[in-house]
């Protein structure tokens, strides 16, 4: 049954609470609100449109952009049900390390990053979500790995259709004082600087960056940390990485949130062959988040790749 608890998830390095209260509406939001990294927050729980979620957006970009936190006025998307101790993933974890999530989401109504909230009543979009998450348990899965897997269908064959390379599978929103540097990866296991632009020259210090441009990239992973020097010092410092086993495009951008100083970071949901969502089966996007040094982090999307079925990275 679905309710409006707060569900929180550790397993010592990696701790996450999901359905917080989102105000100033004050009903739960079925995302992750708050995450942590060996104690420290790294995500925090700012607004229905940040803190760490799946999007989807049909042609119309921003125009049409269902949401699984809630919409630009702070509505929260519907909470449809919740399996508190999942193991669908089926990676070998025991059910108290994972969590299933069922959402109606919200149209999010704000036509640009910087635009006018469009949303004078509260719009389910005409969809449903599932966002499963599994917690490494320190045997099967490493503990600075956390498996999302991110579910999406068309309610009806006149819900409008999806475009893959717009959805952002997953999107976080990060502490920048924290995490302000960013890195990609072409492979998934050797980082590089991902540059902006800035006054000073080009910069991988998100801090620099101008406010609410999107920086893209293409490879496999992302990743934001908290050393400029990452690269040259792979076994120091912390980062937040998200995975995807297919080649597609990552980015970053600098944000400012209500109240949080933020770094955006993503993974899209890329597929040229099928660009398009325009059926009513169920579409699932597997993406990895590793925490910890790059060098760790490294090890973890390569004990992915090596262990967990193949039938699990099928592309969506």
Request: net charge negative; proline share 7%; with cysteine.
């Amino acid at each position: 049954m679905a309710t409006a608890e707060p569900y929180e998830k550790d397993n010592g390095v990696i701790r996450i609470r999901l359905n917080e209260e989102i105000l100033p509406h004050g009903t739960a939001s079925p995302m992750i609100t708050n995450m942590w990294i060996a104690g420290r927050l790294a995500v925090p729980h700012d607004n229905a449109g940040a803190d760490f979620q799946m999007t989807s957006r049909s042609s119309e970009g921003n125009l049409y952009n269902p949401t699984q936190g809630g919409d630009c006025a702070g509505r929260t998307s519907d909470l449809t049900g919740v399996i508190p101790n999942w193991n669908g993933a089926q990676l070998g974890t025991p059910s108290n390390k994972g969590i299933l999530l069922g959402i109606d989401p919200l149209l999010y109504n704000e036509p640009g990053v910087s635009g006018t909230c469009q949303a004078p009543v509260k719009q389910v979009a005409p969809y449903d979500m599932a966002f499963g998450v599994t917690l490494g348990d320190g045997v099967s899965v490493p503990r600075e790995a956390m498996v999302l897997d991110m579910s999406i269908r068309k309610d009806g064959p006149t819900s409008p259709d999806l475009v893959k390379a717009l959805s952002e599978l997953p999107v976080a929103f990060v502490d920048v004082n924290f995490l302000r540097y960013a890195y990609y990866s072409t492979n998934g296991t050797q980082f590089q600087h991902m540059l902006a632009p800035t006054a000073s020259g080009p910069s991988h210090d998100i801090k620099q960056w101008a406010w609410d441009e999107n920086y893209i990239q293409s490879g496999h992973a992302i990743a934001l940390c908290d050393r400029p020097d990452m690269v040259e010092q792979p076994d120091q410092g912390t980062c937040m990485a998200f995975y995807s086993h297919e080649h597609t495009r990552v980015y970053a951008s600098h944000r400012q949130g209500s109240p949080n100083e933020l770094a955006l970071m993503s993974v899209l949901g890329d597929n040229a062959a099928a660009p398009t969502i325009t059926d009513t089966q169920w579409y699932t996007a597997r993406r990895l988040v590793a925490v910890g040094n790059l060098s760790t982090v490294a090890a973890v999307i390569t004990h992915a790749e090596q262990n967990y079925p193949a039938s699990g990275w099928a592309r969506w």
